[in-house]
């Protein structure tokens, strides 16, 4: 319950980092017509922070996903929770 | 090198199409077997990639080609959404799945108290707002077709009315789309089955767009130039060019704004996106994974749109060619016909892909929602009597398909031409945007009311009609132009494209403001002043609370609550004692003792819901019962106040049924009175008939004799004598009859003056006796024989009252004794402390049905109106007064045939000493003769 809820609470924060990022003011300090890497900088900052968006969602999906499952080992051995750090491994919001 | 004729390009088009087809059926004959092909999460997150129309494909470079990145926002929203998709989105399916939700017009009105006013408005906004976007793709399909056959030479259709190739594509174009909706889209009744052909087909689709795209992307960027930063380098050199790199302008800034929100809805509130993303959902978890999947498609759909929009506009630097065709031109220009052949067929399943779908949720919503709660409350076509309405709700269903994609290709033919591809999708957005605030709103605010919806859909739906599509009409030349450009009747505050002034903004963004403003303040503001039925309020809190209601089965409770808070709960609704009761036959029946501060096992919970299910209903005692194992105590006041106002109504309907009951009861009461009333009316009635009856009968003969002498003076002196006794007579009982009526008038009005004295019975009997013995000289044949006991205790009575008894009932039977050897017994006794009276005749007697009648006033046995009368008719009941007055009574024995027997007692004096002495002793007979 605690992580579901914590999962949660990691997606509603990507949703507004995601928010603040994507537009303005912050878009505005990208608005500038230089090229990065060969790449206008607003294009490349936009896809990087879009890449960047879709794969923390991944992680916490797939998190999501071990915590269910080890709950549901859990519930069936009836055992102690595992340690949080047992089924950490991923990169964290 | 004519590689692409026509009929070349017609050819794969229906090969394509028949492949479509091919998938459909399989899936769907797959699935009526029941191994599902579209029950795993990317074909999920494939068929939500229906969102990208050929709008994206071909539209997307158009868009970039003027305004750079501007295109991004629409799928940049899409993506935020998603990141919060399993608390939104989840709720969305999981309220849908248990209301078996069939479009969004359903679940809006199902969420406002299954409202068809709602369900209705919905509907419509859907209908008005959704064919542009479907001309649209129709459009595309002829453009592209158009274009591409004239390879190798790229010549732009003309955009003009008329250009009959075009709008004979788009015509076919629509058929074909619509029989395909229709063999596929309508095969099941149930709208909340699945199309699990349709979803195939649509998942296939967006492959096919999605490996198009990349290929002319990766054939541009790496084939034509020398990657990204080639043809970034080359664009920079252009000043023109240089301009898209960046946003632009406050207006840029705005419209970016307004198009993530505008996206961020519309991901879900399109019709046909909450088809595939809730309607068409199998398993929630599937979106699990389109969370990251979804958006995934849709970054990689975008990444060459700039790189291709770059290298259009640097390879037809002149104009020549619209950007909204650069994926399938530039193609062309670098004779490439396979590759141009496959640009065309991405645009193509784009486009089918979204008429399909969206005709298909349009169909459904129209049909469940619009057309046949109509049908159904038309009383006149008795639907609700057929037994099977699928053949009706089948024909509305493909009706609307037609009816949809055939206003589709009206949009295209007539208005279509005068917009850019990107601009008209915009105005679909913004039209379904209305619907956003009333499902958020109704998702995640309890208070949202009926009215509040309606009033913020309504207002919404109404300025999108002023700020876009009016405006739309007069740029297409239906309305004057002035009215875009001037505002009605040149009321500048009123432009729809700068309303109350706002100016300086793209159309879209100032349409998106001034709707959500004017949406969300009155769902907002009427909400706060409005209030919710019962329905409409069970269905608020179902909506709002659908994720805790639905965890609550299984063992998911198990020791989040203590039995103690169980018992708490029961005592709110049993009281203390009642629940000391429970919990000892709680142990009694699990023979166990109940750990209070343990948490509560699976017997504690369910004895608790069975008992409060007795008091407040088993549904209510579900929510109760969860809402403690939650812990979750705002909750509940939520269910209280639903229960108060449930319990407010029974006790409502309770008070109306004791009420109603009072009603009866006095109308019981009345219609008794009534019948009383009309009884006395009755009564007076015949008395006064009888009044008169009695007194005319003396008053004729009086008068008839009166008469006789004075019309003959000459008359008889003997004669005259005769007539003058019989006149005195007939006075005589006149005046008898009148004084009696008075008599009973006044013993009945209570103002008789009564002289009571304590007295010795037996000489006022034997008083009243002597004055009778003149009737019985009178009499020819009757005799009088008295039987009286010698001693009688004294009695408390009026003498000349208790006289006037005797003489009327020994008078009477005097009267109807027999004829020849009349016979009259007056017995006297004393019995049980009364002075018992009996006057017997040997007369005819008296019928049964007649002895209780001759004591009420004027009736007398026999027939009045025919017999001759024999006495006033007053004198028994006269009698009963008196005897009442003295406390005692007066009845009468008889048979018919063997005479009567009238008799009546009085109570002995209290003071006087009661001797017992019972019948009356023979010894003292005294035979009076009569004569």
Known sequence: ?93 | MPMLSSSVIISVSFLYIGLLFAIAYYCDKRADAGRSVIANPYVYALSIAVYCTSWTFFGSVGRAATTGVGFLPIYIGPTLTFIIGWMVIRKIIRISKANRITSIADFIASRYGNSFALGALVSIIAVIGIPPYISLQLKAISTSFSILQGYPSIIMPQDVNGTSLLHDTEFYVTLLMASFAIVFGTRHIDASEHHEGMVAAIAFESVVKLVAFLSVGLFVTFGLFNGFSDIFARAEASPDLKRLFTINGISGHVSWITLTILSMAAIVVLPRQFQVVVVENIDERHLKKAMWLFPLYLLLINIFVLPVAFAGLLMFPDGSVKPDTFVLTIAMKDQQPLLALLAFIGGLSAATGMIIMEAIALATMVSNDLVMPLLLRMDWLRMRMRDDLTGILLAIRRGTILLVLFLGYLYASTLGTSYALVTIGLVSFVAVLQFAPAIIAGIYWKGATKAGALAGLAGGFALWTYTLLLPSFARSGWLSASFADHGPYGLALLKPYALFGLEGLDPISHATIWTMVFNVALLAGVSLFTSQSMLERSQAVHFVDAFKQSQGNGGEWRGRASADELWSLLARFLGAARTETALARFEKEYGRTLVLHGPADSDVVSFVKRQLAGVIGAASARIMVASVLREEMQDLDEVTRILDEASQLVVYSRRLESKSRELEAATAELQGANVRLRELDKLKDDFMATVSHEIRTPLTSIRSFSEILRDNPDIELEERQEFISIIVLESERLSRLINDILDLAKMEAGTTQWVFEVTDPKPVIEQALAATSGLFAKSASAKLRTVIAEKLEPVRIDRDRFTQVIVNLVSNAVKFCDRDHGLVTVKAWQEDGLIRVDVIDNGQGIAAQDQEKIFERFQQAGNTLTDKPQGTGLGLPICRQILQEFGGEVWVTSEAGKGAVFSFRVPIAADAPATAEHGPSLAQDAVLDAI
Do not use: C
Not at chain 1, 30 to 41: E, L, Q, T, Y
């Open chain 1, 1 to 93: 319950m605690l992580k579901q809820r914590r999962n949660t609470e990691r997606q509603i924060a990507l949703f507004l980092l995601g928010g603040v990022m994507l537009v303005p003011p912050v878009l505005v300090l990208f608005n500038h017509p230089d090229r990065v890497a060969g790449i206008p900088s607003l294009y490349l900052y936009i896809f990087l922070v879009w890449t960047g968006l879709i794969g923390f969602t991944l992680a916490i999906t797939r998190r999501m996903r071990l915590d269910e499952l080890a709950a549901r080992e859990n519930r069936q051995a009836d055992v102690e929770p595992l340690a949080p750090a047992s089924v950490d491994g991923h990169a964290d919001a």
